[in-house]
C-alpha cells in the first residue's frame, strides 16, 4: 500500500511557476507508475501528467506539453510537476496518484490517491 501526499500548491500570477511534490510512504515506491490529476470547480478530474517506474517514460496531456515536467526520485519516494508558464485556466486542486499496472491515463485506474493541493493561477 502507498500513502501520498502534495505539497507545494498557492496562488501565483499568469506566467508564474510552481512546483508540486508528492511524498510517498512505504518501500514499494518504484514499482509503482505516478501520474498528476487535477479537478477544477465544476469540472471532471483530468490527467495531466504520468512517468513510469523509473522515469523513462513521460507523458502529458496536450494543454501542458511544454509547460509542464513530471519528474522522480525513488530515492527519495518523491514525484514533482514543475509547472512553468502557468495560465489562469490551469486552476485545481492537483492530485497525484499511483498505479501499479500498466500506463493509464484515466483516474479510474489509480489505486491511491493523495489529498490534493490547491493551485490559483491568478489573470
Known amino acids: 500500500q502507498v500513502q501520498l501526499v502534495e505539497s507545494g500548491g498557492g496562488l501565483v500570477q499568469a506566467g508564474g511557476s510552481l512546483r508540486l511534490s508528492c511524498a510517498a510512504s512505504?518501500?514499494?515506491?518504484?514499482?509503482?507508475?505516478m501520474g498528476w490529476f487535477r479537478q477544477a470547480p465544476g469540472k471532471e478530474r483530468e490527467f495531466v501528467a504520468f512517468?513510469?517506474?523509473?522515469?523513462?517514460?513521460?507523458y502529458y496531456t496536450d494543454s501542458v506539453k511544454g509547460r509542464f515536467t513530471i519528474s522522480r526520485d525513488n530515492a527519495k519516494n518523491t514525484v514533482d510537476l514543475q509547472m512553468n508558464s502557468l495560465k489562469p485556466e490551469d486552476t485545481a486542486v492537483y492530485y497525484c496518484?499511483?498505479?501499479?499496472?500498466?500506463?493509464?491515463?484515466?483516474?479510474?485506474?489509480?489505486?491511491?490517491w493523495g489529498q490534493g493541493t490547491q493551485v490559483t493561477v491568478s489573470s
Open positions: 512505504g518501500r514499494t515506491f518504484s514499482s509503482y507508475h
Open positions: 496518484a499511483a498505479r501499479g499496472g500498466p500506463i493509464a491515463t484515466m483516474p479510474s485506474e489509480y489505486d491511491y
Open positions: 512517468i513510469s517506474w523509473y522515469g523513462v517514460t513521460t
